[in-house]
C-alpha cells in the first residue's frame, strides 16, 4: 500500500512540475508575443458604456455594453438579449466579459485566449495557436472563445455607424444572424476583404 501510495506520490509530483513548466512556457510565449503588438489605446474607440452597438454585435443579440475601469485595465461585459448558435452550442454573449490594458484584449473566462493587432491585423493567442488570425486553421477559427474574441475587438475598435435597441423595437425577435456582409468595420486584419471572405466562409455554417 506505501509502494502504491509513493508511486503515485511521484507521478502528482511530476505532472505538477510539466503542468508549472508548461504554464510558464505559455506565460513567456504570451509576454514575447505581447511586447510586438501594438498600443490599442490610441485605436479604441468604445470608452464608456452606451447601448449603441455595432451591426456585428446587434446581430449577436447585444442590447448594451458596460465599460469600467479598473487600475491599468479596463474591463468590458454584455448585457444580451438573445442566444445564438455556434457549432450547435448556445452562446448568450452576456456570459463573457473581456479585459483590455495597453496591448492584449484577454477573454475573463479563460485567460489564456487574447488578442491585439500586429502590423494592423487581428494577433490572437491560445493555448494551441499564436499568431495571426487569418493564418490560424479552421479549428481555432471557429473556437467559439476565439470567435468572441475577434467580435470584442470588431466593437472596440468599431468606426462606423451604432444601431441600439431602442430603435429597433422586434430586436428580441429577430431570428438568424445574417450580418456577413455589414459586421465588420475597417481598418485591421480581421476587417479587410480577403479576412471578412475567409471569415465567412469558415463561419457562416456554424453560426445561425
Do not use: H
Amino acid at each position: 500500500m506505501k509502494q502504491i501510495l509513493k508511486k503515485a506520490l511521484s507521478i502528482l509530483a511530476i505532472s505538477a512540475v510539466i503542468y508549472s513548466c508548461t504554464q510558464e512556457d505559455q506565460i513567456d510565449l504570451a509576454n514575447e508575443n505581447s511586447n510586438n503588438l501594438e498600443i490599442l489605446s490610441s485605436k479604441i474607440t468604445l470608452t464608456e458604456s452606451t447601448n449603441k452597438v455595432s451591426s456585428l454585435f446587434f446581430n449577436l443579440g447585444v442590447s448594451e455594453i458596460d465599460v469600467k475601469s479598473e487600475a491599468n485595465k479596463t474591463l468590458f461585459s454584455i448585457s444580451s438579449e438573445r442566444t445564438f448558435n455556434l457549432n450547435d452550442n448556445s452562446i448568450n454573449l452576456s456570459d463573457y466579459s473581456v479585459s483590455v490594458n495597453e496591448k492584449l484584449i484577454t477573454l475573463n473566462e479563460d485567460e489564456r485566449f487574447k488578442i491585439g493587432i500586429r502590423n494592423n491585423r487581428a494577433f490572437i493567442i491560445t493555448p494551441n495557436y499564436s499568431g495571426f488570425y487569418d493564418e490560424a486553421d479552421l479549428i481555432t477559427k471557429k473556437n467559439a472563445k476565439t470567435f468572441i474574441l475577434i467580435s470584442f475587438l470588431n466593437e472596440i475598435l468599431y468606426t462606423k455607424e451604432k444601431v441600439s435597441v431602442s430603435d429597433n423595437s422586434n430586436f428580441a425577435q429577430r431570428g438568424g444572424c445574417s450580418f456577413w456582409d455589414q459586421g465588420f468595420s475597417v481598418g485591421v486584419g480581421i476587417n479587410n476583404t480577403s479576412a471578412q471572405t475567409d471569415l465567412q466562409a469558415s463561419m457562416e455554417d456554424d453560426i445561425a
